[in-house]
């Protein structure tokens, strides 16, 4: 079985190139083994940041995501219960409170901290966008865990301890305030406060501004670069003005008074024996048994037998052993991951109703003290929950907190340990799901409870509303009763999952749950708006977006889904579908690529030539044809039907097609027409004799052609089948066939079936429409220079001037297709089709500068946000030096380019801008119009933006210009892969 120490096979040449020496020699002094060499090469893995990962995942066998993230929770949940246990002593009174303030005061110093330790990012393993760039606070403190995280897996507690110890001396300063949020909320009860937040900036420069107002009208405003320090900073103010006892309650901590057992309770007395000898605890343990065994109603209602014992509530104990049982399970789950090594892994907090099975196996609530009238209450599940987590607290604190309880555990209470530490992650809860489906959907959820039954015995039975905002409807949905509110909340959320289950990605029946026909309508609002996320709902199947491929299914589904639609209908949705399902369309139909990759390589071979004489006939055939084919995508022509294209044969082509047989009542799209007139070409131009094309089908419509073919045909044939989803060319014997299936739009659509059908339909695009006229232009300049190459001139002098016209004309063309090249790519299979753009960005600024003229500055992007975005980086290359191109040249006394990015729910955003004197709105008109755009610049074809915008609609991406005062400002919008991580301060 592997260990820890095999995550690297290949540490020792990383380790060259990114030294971990300074992380060895502080490790060292907290007693690390740094001289044995599986521990150097675990720290290696500790220490790769996620864009060093990303890059070189090939390379790293056996690293996954899913293990990184697993040590750092590890890493953290060991921290917090270090403070805890560290913090207890200082902590007086029966309120967790000030215990979980100091707790969460550690945890909130720990990214500054840790970012003082030059050692962790001086020996951190980085992409190539972030050598030498400062890591964010968070990332550091990320890291950090990290390393905690794998002491904790290797068995180096002491080390760990040690570490930790240095983050807590820090943390722990006197001038230092706790959490000033908190702390305000519990001494403002009497007028709560509330926050209202402002942005400005970009991500790397945002500030936010946060004004703490309170019921009284009074108020402070605090500023950060990050929503929490902001909040902080006005809640501390507050507390300085408004509540100064607050902020000397919180400095002023009294350590907590040395208890005695509580005697004279037989149950509470034999629970504490029984637990004592199970974990084989020493007598001074018992105080601390016997405090997990008193609740807090107990307390109030004994106060001077408490008092007199030094005693207190179970309630600080249980907050100590959440964290103590956190950190077990946690342990469990990061021991098997580093062994099975997934590619993601989420650790969720166990729920409180593993605590409380664990606590009736145990049998621990014979011997709790409750005080009168909680007595004929009960105990309730979260009761249960709190006495299981404070028992296991004292029995940590009593056998002097050992590295772990595992070691330990007694054989008898075995059951109980897989509760609470079964060594996998668990599943999301029911309302945590729900959250999230929810939440992907934009409805709001609430909830509500009612109770009956007497007290002790009360049944809670929830209602979950949920709501659209966009929509303006409700559903609300009631569940189950249970004995708490807790678990009442899962089961009414377990009974809403069932329903929006029941219709998995399909439509809902007319019988169906009122909910399934609101998220479909609220699925069509979405789809229609302004940002919809169409890459990931086409992943998942998510309204159809996934059958665009398979039109007759489309329909189908579509027809179905209309008639629970129909009322919502309106331009706007019908208009919103159509083009979020021309973007699954993108997304998922890769069959233009061959044209794309034809293109390139024929350009290739164009640039390639040295003289006229290598520029043969099969070349210059190849020009025409992707003339053809780009001319093709990009017309904007009527549609028309087979007998009046039989018409214009019979006109142009009188001596050379012949169309025989009946001629069926068939309308043609622009783009099949064009394929039936490709395939006879394919005929044609071989024939010296009369070629034939004959109907041999109608649904779908079936055309063969007869005669010669040439001798690529088959290239020739998948090219042409390219154009369009519709229609299908294939060689077939003495010829070729044309296939044209389109289905039909069923009478009386609803907005579903016209948006899906109007999708179907291939919209002219204008970029493929300038590539076709700059290889027209291309084309002729082939031909004039293989005619002057070839011409013959009685002179000497005649010569030399049509070989000097010869290599003109093939200059001309090599620029032209320099030019396209430039704009044009092919993604590469092999490659990754995803980018992470923190690092990508910042080398492509790097490299950008080396190439900016010195009249151009340049702001280079800095933030700490990781995302990932569905584009390869060729592409994405491609896209920003045209844009930078032409803020370059529209700056010609000089200016600055800006390139920011940014996150939102759906995609990145990467902004670039300029100085310049900005564009023409009839440029923006015609880019969102798809008209031809009219260049200003010298020698310009106006085909870069169109480049841009057919890169982006490919990956599902968009090209939105922005308003600005001064210049240019464009925002590319990227859809995420990959989940964002929030910078921090």
């Not at 992650?425 to 029911?430: H, K, Q």
């Not at 220079?785 to 070839?790: I, T």
């Not at 010195?854 to 995302?867: E, I, K, N, Q, S």
């Given at each position: 079985?592997?260990?820890?120490?095999?995550?690297?096979?290949?540490?020792a040449?990383?380790?060259?190139?990114?030294?971990?020496?300074?992380?060895?020699?502080?490790?060292?002094?907290?007693?690390?083994?740094?001289?044995?060499?599986?521990?150097v090469?675990?720290?290696?893995v500790?220490?790769?940041?996620?864009?060093?990962?990303?890059?070189?995942?090939?390379?790293?066998?056996?690293?996954?995501?899913?293990?990184?993230?697993?040590?750092?929770?590890?890493?953290?949940?060991?921290?917090?219960r270090?403070?805890?246990?560290?913090?207890?002593?200082?902590?007086?009174?029966?309120?967790?409170?000030?215990?979980?303030?100091?707790?969460?005061?550690?945890?909130?110093?720990?990214?500054?901290?840790?970012?003082?330790?030059?050692?962790?990012?001086?020996?951190?393993?980085?992409?190539?966008?972030l050598?030498?760039?400062?890591?964010?606070?968070?990332?550091?403190?990320?890291?950090?865990?990290?390393?905690?995280?794998?002491l904790?897996?290797?068995?180096?507690?002491?080390?760990?301890?040690?570490?930790?110890?240095?983050?807590l001396?820090?943390?722990?300063?006197?001038?230092?305030?706790?959490n000033?949020?908190?702390?305000?909320?519990?001494?403002?009860?009497?007028?709560?406060?509330?926050?209202?937040?402002?942005?400005e900036?970009?991500?790397h420069?945002?500030?936010?501004?946060?004004?703490?107002?309170d019921?009284?009208?009074?108020?402070?405003?605090?500023?950060?670069?990050?929503?929490?320090?902001?909040?902080?900073?006005?809640?501390?103010k507050?507390?300085?003005?408004?509540?100064?006892?607050?902020?000397?309650?919180?400095?002023?901590?009294?350590?907590?008074?040395?208890?005695?057992?509580?005697?004279g309770?037989?149950?509470?007395?034999?629970?504490?024996?029984?637990?004592?000898?199970?974990?084989?605890?020493?007598?001074?343990?018992?105080?601390?048994?016997?405090?997990?065994?008193i609740?807090?109603?107990?307390?109030?209602?004994?106060?001077?037998?408490?008092?007199?014992?030094?005693?207190?509530?179970?309630?600080?104990?249980?907050?100590?052993?959440?964290?103590?049982?956190?950190?077990?399970?946690?342990?469990?789950?990061?021991?098997?991951?580093?062994?099975?090594?997934?590619?993601?892994?989420?650790?969720?907090?166990?729920?409180?109703?593993?605590?409380?099975?664990?606590?009736?196996?145990?049998?621990?609530?014979?011997?709790?003290?409750?005080?009168?009238?909680?007595?004929?209450?009960?105990?309730?599940?979260?009761?249960?929950?709190?006495?299981?987590?404070?028992?296991?607290?004292?029995v940590?604190?009593?056998?002097?907190?050992?590295?772990?309880?595992?070691?330990?555990?007694?054989?008898?209470?075995?059951?109980?340990?897989?509760?609470?530490?079964?060594?996998?992650?668990?599943?999301?809860?029911?309302?945590?799901?729900?959250?999230?489906?929810?939440?992907?959907?934009?409805?709001?959820?609430?909830?509500?409870?009612?109770?009956?039954?007497?007290?002790?015995?009360a049944?809670?039975?929830?209602?979950?509303?949920?709501?659209?905002?966009?929509?303006?409807?409700?559903?609300?949905?009631?569940?189950?009763?249970?004995?708490?509110?807790?678990?009442?909340?899962?089961?009414?959320?377990?009974?809403?999952?069932?329903?929006?289950?029941?219709?998995?990605?399909?439509?809902?029946?007319?019988?169906?749950?009122?909910?399934n026909?609101?998220?479909?309508?609220?699925?069509?609002?979405?789809?229609?708006?302004?940002?919809?996320?169409?890459?990931?709902?086409?992943?998942?199947?998510q309204?159809?977006?996934?059958?665009?491929?398979?039109?007759?299914?489309?329909?189908?589904?579509?027809?179905?889904t209309?008639?629970?639609?129909?009322?919502?209908?309106?331009?706007?949705?019908?208009?919103?579908?159509?083009?979020?399902?021309?973007?699954?369309?993108?997304?998922g139909?890769?069959?233009?690529?061959a044209?794309?990759?034809?293109?390139?390589?024929t350009?290739?071979?164009?640039?390639?030539?040295?003289e006229?004489a290598?520029?043969?006939?099969?070349?210059?055939?190849?020009?025409?044809?992707?003339?053809?084919?780009?001319?093709?995508?990009g017309?904007?022509?009527?549609?028309?039907?087979?007998?009046?294209?039989?018409g214009e044969?019979?006109?142009?082509?009188?001596?050379?097609?012949?169309?025989?047989?009946?001629?069926?009542?068939?309308?043609?799209?622009?783009?099949?027409?064009?394929?039936?007139?490709?395939?006879?070409?394919?005929?044609?131009?071989?024939?010296?004799?009369?070629?034939?094309?004959?109907?041999v089908?109608?649904?779908?419509?079936?055309?063969?052609?007869?005669?010669?073919?040439?001798?690529?045909?088959?290239?020739?044939?998948?090219?042409?089948?390219?154009?369009?989803?519709?229609?299908?060319?294939?060689?077939?014997?003495?010829?070729?066939?044309?296939?044209?299936?389109?289905?039909?739009?069923?009478?009386?659509?609803?907005?579903?079936?016209?948006?899906?059908?109007?999708?179907l339909?291939?919209?002219?695009?204008?970029?493929?429409?300038?590539?076709?006229?700059?290889?027209?232009?291309?084309?002729?300049?082939?031909?004039?220079?293989?005619?002057?190459?070839?011409?013959?001139?009685?002179?000497?002098?005649?010569?030399?001037?049509?070989?000097?016209?010869?290599?003109?004309h093939?200059?001309?063309?090599?620029?032209?297709?320099?030019?396209?090249?430039?704009?044009?790519?092919?993604?590469?299979?092999?490659?990754?089709?995803d980018?992470?753009?923190?690092?990508?960005?910042?080398?492509y600024?790097?490299?950008?500068?080396?190439?900016l003229p010195?009249?151009?500055?340049?702001?280079?992007?800095?933030?700490?946000?990781?995302?990932r975005?569905?584009?390869?980086?060729?592409s994405?290359?491609l896209?920003?030096?045209n844009?930078?191109?032409?803020?370059?040249?529209?700056?010609?006394?000089?200016?600055?380019?800006?390139?920011?990015?940014?996150?939102?729910?759906?995609s990145?955003?990467?902004?670039?801008?300029?100085?310049?004197?900005?564009?023409?709105?009839?440029v923006?008109?015609?880019?969102?119009?798809?008209?031809?755009?009219?260049?200003?610049?010298?020698?310009?074809?106006?085909?870069?933006?169109?480049?841009?915008?057919?890169?982006?609609?490919?990956?599902?991406?968009?090209?939105?210009?922005?308003?600005?005062?001064?210049?240019?400002?464009?925002?590319?919008?990227?859809?995420?892969?990959?989940?964002?991580?929030?910078?921090?301060?």
């Open positions: 079985m592997s260990t820890p120490y095999d995550l690297w096979p290949d540490i040449a990383s380790r060259r190139r990114f030294p971990i020496d300074p992380a060895l020699e502080a490790l060292r002094q907290c007693g690390a083994p740094v001289g044995d060499n599986g521990f090469d675990a720290l290696g500790a220490l790769i940041h996620t864009s060093y990962f990303y890059e070189n995942a090939r390379h790293l066998p056996g690293v996954t995501r899913g293990v990184l993230d697993a040590l750092a929770r590890l890493g953290g949940t060991f921290l917090q270090h403070a805890a246990v560290k913090t207890l002593a200082w902590v007086s009174g029966n309120k967790p409170g000030p215990l979980s303030w100091e707790i969460a005061h550690i945890a909130s110093a720990l990214p500054a901290w840790a970012a003082r330790q030059s050692w962790i990012a001086e020996s951190t393993a980085v992409g190539r966008g050598v030498g760039e400062p890591l964010p606070n968070r990332v550091v403190a990320d890291l950090f865990r990290r390393i905690v995280g794998l904790c897996v290797l068995d180096r507690y002491d080390c760990a301890k040690r570490l930790a110890d240095g983050l001396a820090d943390a722990r300063r006197v001038d230092a305030v706790l000033p949020v908190t702390a305000l909320q519990a001494a403002a009860k009497a007028a709560p406060v509330t926050y209202t937040y402002k942005r900036g970009l991500d420069q945002a500030t936010y501004h946060v004004v703490a107002t019921t009284r009208g009074r108020s402070t405003i605090g500023a950060g670069r990050s929503k929490k320090a902001a909040a902080h900073e006005a809640a501390r507050f507390l300085q003005r408004y509540y100064p006892a607050a902020i000397a309650t919180m400095t002023a901590v009294q350590p907590a008074t040395l208890a005695r057992e509580m005697r309770y037989r149950d509470h007395t034999w629970t504490v024996d029984r637990i004592q000898r199970a974990f084989a605890l020493p007598p001074a343990a018992r105080p601390l048994l016997s405090q997990a065994l609740h807090s109603s107990w307390t109030y209602e004994h106060q001077f037998e408490t008092t007199r014992a030094g005693q207190r509530s179970n309630q600080v104990l249980g907050l100590v052993g959440s964290h103590v049982l956190e950190h077990e399970y946690t342990l469990a789950v990061v021991r098997r991951a580093v062994v099975e090594r997934p590619d993601t892994l989420l650790v969720v907090t166990l729920p409180n109703d593993a605590y409380e099975r664990a606590c009736q196996w145990a049998d621990l609530t014979n011997g709790l003290l409750l005080g009168a009238g909680q007595s004929v209450m009960g105990t309730s599940p979260e009761i249960a929950a709190n006495l299981f987590q404070a028992v296991m607290a004292a940590y604190l009593g056998k002097r907190c050992p590295a772990t309880l595992a070691s330990d555990w007694p054989p008898a209470w075995r059951p109980a340990w897989q509760m609470i530490a079964p060594g996998r992650a668990r599943n999301l809860d029911n309302t945590t799901r729900l959250q999230r489906a929810a939440s992907g959907l934009r409805l709001e959820i609430a909830y509500e409870f009612e109770s009956s039954g007497p007290d002790h015995q049944v809670f039975v929830a209602t979950a509303l949920l709501t659209s905002p966009l929509l303006g409807d409700s559903v609300a949905i009631t569940g189950e009763g249970a004995s708490g509110k807790t678990a009442a909340k899962h089961k009414v959320s377990r009974h809403v999952l069932d329903i929006l289950a029941s219709s998995g990605s399909g439509t809902p029946d007319e019988g169906s749950h009122a909910l026909r609101l998220v479909l309508a609220q699925q069509a609002s979405i789809l229609a708006s302004d940002n919809p996320p169409v890459s990931a709902w086409t992943a998942s199947g309204f159809g977006l996934d059958l665009i491929q398979s039109p007759d299914e489309l329909l189908d589904w579509a027809g179905r209309d008639r629970h639609l129909r009322e919502r209908s309106s331009p706007q949705l019908v208009a919103g579908l159509t083009n979020s399902f021309r973007r699954a369309r993108n997304l139909d890769t069959r233009e690529q044209i794309d990759a034809e293109l390139l390589d350009l290739n071979a164009i640039r390639a030539i040295g006229p290598e520029l043969n006939r099969t070349l210059a055939d190849r020009i025409v044809r992707l003339c053809q084919l780009f001319r093709c995508m017309a904007d022509e009527p549609d028309t039907d087979l007998a009046h294209l039989a044969w019979n006109i142009f082509h009188r001596d050379q097609l012949a169309l025989t047989g009946p001629v069926p009542a068939v309308t043609l799209a622009a783009r099949e027409r064009a394929v039936l007139d490709a395939a006879a070409n394919m005929i044609m131009l071989r024939s010296g004799a009369l070629a034939t094309a004959t109907v089908g109608e649904r779908p419509l079936r055309v063969r052609f007869t005669g010669p073919t040439e001798p690529d045909i088959a290239h020739a044939c998948a090219l042409w089948s390219a154009v369009t989803w519709s229609a299908v060319v294939r060689p077939a014997p003495g010829g070729v066939e044309v296939d044209i299936a389109r289905p039909a739009l069923p009478l009386n659509p609803g907005p579903v079936s016209r948006a899906a059908f109007a999708a339909h291939p919209r002219p695009d204008p970029f493929r429409r300038r590539v076709a006229d700059v290889l027209h232009d291309m084309k002729n300049h082939a031909s004039a220079s293989r005619q002057a190459a070839s011409t013959v001139v009685a002179t000497p002098a005649g010569h030399h001037e049509q070989q000097a016209d010869a290599y003109r093939l200059e001309r063309m090599q620029r032209l297709a320099l030019s396209l090249t430039a704009v044009t790519s092919v993604p590469d299979a092999a490659a990754r089709c980018v992470d753009l923190g690092p990508f960005l910042r080398q600024a790097r490299d950008l500068l080396t190439r010195d009249r151009v500055g340049l702001d280079t992007p800095a933030t700490g946000t990781t995302a975005a569905a584009i390869d980086e060729r994405l290359g896209i920003l030096d844009l930078t191109a032409n803020a370059v040249e529209a700056m010609a006394g000089g200016g600055h380019i800006r390139i920011a990015w940014n996150v939102d729910e759906e990145a955003i990467v902004e670039v801008a300029d100085d310049g004197p900005g564009i023409g709105a009839d923006v008109t015609a880019l969102d119009s798809g008209a031809r755009i009219r260049t200003t610049k010298q020698g310009g074809s106006g085909i870069g933006l169109l480049s841009v915008q057919s890169l982006l609609q490919r990956v599902g991406g968009q090209l939105v210009w922005m308003p600005s005062p001064a210049g240019t400002k464009w925002h590319v919008r990227l859809p995420l892969t990959a989940a964002t991580e929030g910078t921090d301060e």
